[in-house]
Nanobody, 119 residues
Framework: VQLVESGGGLVQPGGSLRLSCAASGSIFSINVMGWYRQAPGKQREVVAVITSGGSANYAEFVKGRFTISRDNAKNTVYLQMNSLKPEDTAVYFC??????????????WGRGTQVTVSS
C-alpha cells in the first residue's frame, strides 16, 4: 500500500491550497484517513481526520479555515486550506487506516508535501 501526497507549494498569507493524498495497492477498505503536519523543530500534529462515512474532526487551529474530504471510490483524501497563515508552514502528511485484500490491517503514511506560507 502506498500513499502519495500532492498539491503543496508556496503561497502568500491569506491564500489557498488544496492537498490531495491518493492511496493505492492491495486495498480492501480504508477506515479513517487523516492529515498531519510537522514544522521544523516541532512534533508532528494532527490537522484533521475523516471516517469512511464522512465524519470529520479538526484541530482547533484550523477550524473554519481547512476542510477535509474524501472520495472513497478513488481512495483519496483532500485538504482544502484557506486563509493560510505563516504559522501553517510545515510538511503535511496523510495517513490511512487500511485493511488489505489479505485482511491485514495497518496504518500507512505518505512521505509528505511541503507547504510554505510567505510573502
Amino acid at each position: 500500500v502506498q500513499l502519495v501526497e500532492s498539491g503543496g507549494g508556496l503561497v502568500q498569507p491569506g491564500g489557498s491550497l488544496r492537498l490531495s493524498c491518493a492511496a493505492s495497492g492491495s486495498i480492501f477498505s480504508i477506515n479513517v484517513m487523516g492529515w498531519y503536519r510537522q514544522a521544523p523543530g516541532k512534533q508532528r500534529e494532527v490537522v484533521a481526520v475523516i471516517t469512511s462515512g464522512g465524519s470529520a474532526n479538526y484541530a482547533e487551529f484550523v477550524k473554519g479555515r481547512f476542510t477535509i474530504s474524501r472520495d472513497n471510490a478513488k481512495n483519496t483524501v483532500y485538504l482544502q486550506m484557506n486563509s493560510l497563515k505563516p504559522e501553517d508552514t510545515a510538511v503535511y502528511f496523510c495517513d490511512a487506516d487500511v485493511t488489505t485484500t489479505a485482511r491485514s490491517r495497518a496504518v500507512y503514511w505518505g512521505r509528505g508535501t511541503q507547504v510554505t506560507v510567505s510573502s
